[in-house]
């Protein structure tokens, strides 16, 4: 009888893990880009986790992980992740050179944020330097984050150490006036 009656009725959860069919790895990646152009962060954070949860070696879980985190101020979260996007880029041959560019220019841009000025100048250098000729580089999820914002980024990080002329140059170079 009690088979009968619990058998025949409907749901006794409202948990939604147990009823719906799992999501799948493609649409958490989707949902947590959503989310980090949105501007919202830790929604992101929770749908790359979701993500990496189903496959742990794709180098874009760790690069939009690493993004998320540093835009929600958690720098070493960021940039620990974004650490492992490059070491999980190989796994990716064709967005290879992007997940590596993108991943570096995070890591430099978390260096700024952090007073390491010097390293923040060594991680871009990275970026420009993989660049070809005349090649801009902008963040594929975030067009704010390109050549020119790392370039004046590289030029505070030299201004705040000091070297005031090179900080000069960069600015020049980019048609930038100062009085």
């Not at 948990?15 to 919202?40: C, K, R, V």
């Not at 960021?78 to 796994?91: D, P, S, T, W």
Request: proline share 2%; aromatic share 12%.
């Amino acid at each position: 009888v009690f088979l009968i009656l619990f058998g025949c009725s409907e749901e006794f959860s409202d948990n939604d893990f147990l009823f719906n069919p799992p999501e799948q790895y493609d649409a958490l990646i989707e949902t947590g880009w959503a989310h980090f152009q949105s501007g919202m962060f830790q929604e992101a954070i929770d749908a790359f986790i979701g993500a990496s949860e189903r496959n742990a070696i794709e180098p874009e879980v760790y690069l939009g992980l690493g993004w998320s985190y540093a835009r929600n101020l958690e720098l070493i979260k960021g940039e620990n992740n974004l650490k492992k996007a490059i070491a999980f880029a190989i796994f990716d041959s064709l967005n290879l050179a992007k997940i590596t560019a993108e991943s570096l220019a995070g890591i430099g841009l978390i260096k700024l944020a952090a007073g390491n000025y010097a390293e923040c100048i060594t991680y871009i250098d990275q970026v420009l330097d993989s660049l070809e000729d005349d090649e801009l580089f902008a963040f594929s999820m975030d067009s704010s984050v390109n050549s020119q914002t790392l370039k004046i980024s590289k030029a505070t990080s030299h201004y705040y150490l000091g070297e005031i002329e090179q900080s000069f140059l960069i600015l020049q170079d980019l048609g930038i006036e100062l009085d």
